[in-house]
């Protein structure tokens, strides 16, 4: 049985050192032989674990499943090589939706609120793998690409996926619950927590209740997801 275990923390204070742990079984007499019983389980400390396909470090930069995604998804350069001959638009698209889009936007929701500096290299390579499909040059506005081949971008993704979030645990939004009228109140009545750190601010549910606040947005209102989802579709949730 291969366990470890992961300390999560912001300051990078005790990376160098090394704890493992140990279940004892029932039958462990270390205190007496100062040797642990055979079936004794040892928890390694490691930085960073797998997690349902998601990389997790001790950190929560996200730096390793971005670059793990970054590596997998420029492979795929060798095998459109070709097929970008073979294919019109149409099918490249759909080839693109699923085998790119697909791969990175997996648990966009929890990682694609890493920093800038993280991210950009995964963008840049998700940009770059829609002009070599269409034929273009690498110097082509980003902008023109996405609305040609009627794509939505790496933001647009990601917001969305945030708010199909906040949408699943809508009954646990904070509201304002008082007599007067405010701004939110007649808005959308949901309480955004006021967070100073970026680390906070990062969260799922920061970042949903922001976007709520920002487009004017009561998840409330909505009964089914698949409706929620075609509104916040025609929404501009590229630029927030």
């Known amino acids: 049985m291969k366990s470890k275990y992961i300390c999560f923390e912001l300051q990078p204070s005790n990376i160098l050192v090394q704890n493992n742990l140990i279940v004892h079984s029932l039958n ?65 698209r759909i080839i693109f939706l699923s085998l790119v889009q697909s791969i990175y936007s997996y648990g966009i929701s929890l990682w694609g609120g890493a920093s800038k500096y993280i991210l950009t290299k995964l963008i840049v390579t998700i940009n770059c793998i829609i002009k070599f499909l269409l034929n273009l040059p690498m110097n082509t506005n980003t902008e023109l690409i996405y609305n040609e081949f009627n794509v939505n971008n790496f933001k647009f993704n990601y917001n969305l996926s945030v708010l199909v979030d906040v949408y699943k645990q809508k009954n646990l939004i904070p509201t304002l619950d008082h007599d007067h009228n405010t701004r939110y109140k007649q808005n959308i009545n949901i309480l955004v927590p006021n967070l100073n750190k970026v680390f906070g601010q990062r969260s799922i549910l920061y970042k949903g209740l922001y976007l709520c606040r920002s487009l004017n947005i009561n998840v409330k209102n909505f009964k089914d997801v698949k409706l929620f989802k075609k509104y916040i579709k025609q929404l501009n949730l590229s630029n927030l």
């Open 28 to 92: 462990c007499n270390k205190t007496i032989n100062t040797v642990c019983d055979p079936k004794c389980i040892i928890l390694e400390k490691v930085q960073e674990i797998k997690y349902l396909g998601i990389l997790i470090d001790y950190r929560f930069k996200w730096e390793s499943h971005i670059n793990y995604l970054n590596n997998m998804l420029r492979k795929f350069f060798y095998f459109f090589k070709d097929a970008r001959y073979v294919f019109n638009k149409y099918y490249k």
